[in-house]
């Protein structure tokens, strides 16, 4: 005997494609499906057929725009580009308000061991922005993990020759964070990163 109908077992194996989503949450997503207005299960529908239909990559800097060229590389200066892994990356950094240049994402992280090199990221609309001229710093800010550094230093090393200031964003001991509390990694990247008072 099946457990589920075919519309509801069809529509919790779809959730749990989502990242994140067990069956317990998947299933409990289909039942508020099941359980919304027609109205509102419409609205649901709709909001997800629009993002697929208008949400695309920038052809500038690879974020998410609903235009050609997203809202910050129309606006803002590209003196200094901030170096994202993901488009995710582009809203916890502008969620602190601190930066005012634009960004660059990578859409990975260079990783051999599941087969992807430099080609296979957005490096080379990189190196085609810098080309251009009128860059000058390139931040770093990939993930503080073996991917995320290899890919720092690989970009490092192609941008260094071309005179363009490369920077990391700081790694270390999290404000409020006891010194007995921190890992060892991060306790020794402080020690490196440490600054002049």
Known sequence: MKVYIEPIGKLINEFSKLPGVGAKTAQRFAYKIINMSEN?????????LNVKKNVHYC????????????????KRTSEVI?????????IAIEKLNEFNGTY????????????????DINIKGLLSRISKGGVTEVIMATNPDVE??????????????????????????????????????????????????
């Open 59 to 74: 052809s500038i800097c690879g974020n998410y725009s609903e235009g050609d060229i997203c809202e910050v590389c129309q």
């Open 148 to 197: 995320g550094e290899a890919t720092a230093l690989y970009i490092s090393n192609l941008l260094k020759p071309l005179g363009i200031k490369v920077t990391r964003l700081a790694h270390g001991i999290p404000i409020g964070t006891d010194l007995e509390y921190a890992d060892e990694v991060s306790l020794a990247r402080a020690f490196i990163d440490r600054k002049t008072l």
């Open 104 to 119: 660059h994402v990578l859409h990975g992280t260079i990783s051999p061991l599941d087969g992807i090199g430099p080609n």
């Open 40 to 48: 509102e299960a419409k609205s649901f529908a709709e909001a997800i």
């Open 82 to 90: 901030c170096v994202v892994k993901e488009p995710k990356d582009v």
